[in-house]
């Protein structure tokens, strides 16, 4: 890219993130939100976890937005049987005897782990080192992803009966853990009208590899206030039990608090933000509208919570009052 100042980065940045949309809701009708997190969590180098019920097209709004961000793109549709080797490769002896590594498929900059509880903690693990090092090991070598590299899993919250629950470790990785709901009965009409005809729709790619690369450096580097730093650790602080700013809900209704990724991530977050709607600094209210997403695979209700309908993003919302 040429080199512009990071303010101008910011307007650019704004300027794509409009027109991302635009072609992405070319195929995608409603799920604004959804799209919303997905694009920050790009931006912001993350990976996010989609859950909603089966039919609410995750997998093609994941295939969409790689196909606006001109990535590769490899679906990988985790089941009981899927083993390591599946998704980083292995090594086969070629025809001069000598022992050769073919790549899985989780060589390429966006990853579909479709259905990501359905496969064992064995190879759910294969998966932790390539979320964050950006790199993969077999056979005792180090091989390195492509970048931009993200990991969009999905998951069914309905369906338990034959699933692994992703170890706490996992979900960790995730910036954003996506609810993805019901479309309103307006979107649902759209959809069904554009799905039982012959509309067909092609997608041009809005931005490149090295211009999201750019992006991600740029948010990185927009300056926050210490009065933001001080809100996002205070927040997340509150949802510990053994923390001095524990809440009172806090020990009332939760087992588990956040741990400091949560900090991080919600300040990054925040900054990406704060980016795409026009400002080059966050302020303590860019925190809040990305604070559900970050903190609710991070928080555990203990049983008094269920019993008396204490939901996740009820217990969230308090915490930033």
């Known amino acids: ?18 027109e991302l949309k635009n072609e992405i809701h070319k195929v995608i009708v409603g799920q604004d939100d959804v799209v919303d997190q997905v694009l920050k969590s790009i931006f912001s180098n993350g990976h996010s976890l989609l859950v909603g019920v089966p039919g609410l097209a995750k997998t093609l709004l994941i295939q969409t937005i790689s196909d606006s961000l001109g990535l590769s793109f490899k679906r990988i549709q985790f089941t009981p049987d899927l083993m390591p080797s599946d998704i980083i490769g292995s090594e086969i002896l070629d025809e001069t005897r000598n022992f050769k590594f073919i790549k899985g498929p989780i060589f390429a900059n966006i990853i579909l782990a479709d259905e ?6 064995k190879t759910q693990a294969a ?28 998951q069914n919250p309905i369906e338990q009966e034959g699933t692994y629950p992703l170890p706490e470790a996992q979900l ?14 307006e979107e649902e009409i759209s959809i069904v009208k554009n799905t039982t005809s012959d509309r067909q ?23 926050v206030p210490d009065a933001v730093y001080e809100y996002a650790v ?14 009172d809900l806090t020990k009332k209704y939760l087992e588990w608090g956040a741990g400091p990724r949560a900090s991080q991530y919600l300040i990054v977050g925040a900054k990406c933000h704060a ?30 919570a269920e019993a008396e309908g204490y939901s996740v993003e009820r217990i969230i919302e308090e915490l930033m009052k």
Do not use: C
């Open 1 to 18: 890219m040429e080199k512009i100042s990071d303010k101008e980065g910011v307007d650019l940045l704004g300027k794509k993130y409009a």
């Open 116 to 121: 990501i509880n359905r496969t064992p903690p």
């Open 127 to 154: 998966l932790l080192e390539a979320m964050q090092e950006k790199t993969v090991t077999a056979a005792g070598h180090k091989y390195t992803l492509d970048k931009p590299f993200f990991v969009l899993a999905t």
């Open 172 to 185: 960790d990785r995730f910036m954003f853990n996506i609810w993805v709901d019901y479309p309103s009965y």
């Open 201 to 223: 729709v092609s997608l041009k790619p809005i931005l490149s590899a090295e211009e999201i690369l750019y992006f991600q450096g740029l948010v990185r580097r927009i300056p």
């Open 234 to 247: 205070k927040l997340v602080a509150k949802t510990r039990l053994n923390s001095d700013m524990s809440h």
């Open 275 to 304: 980016a795409i709607n026009g400002k080059y600094s966050p302020d303590i209210e860019d925190v809040k509208a990305i604070a559900k997403p970050i903190l609710r695979h991070r928080i555990v209700r203990n049983y008094r």
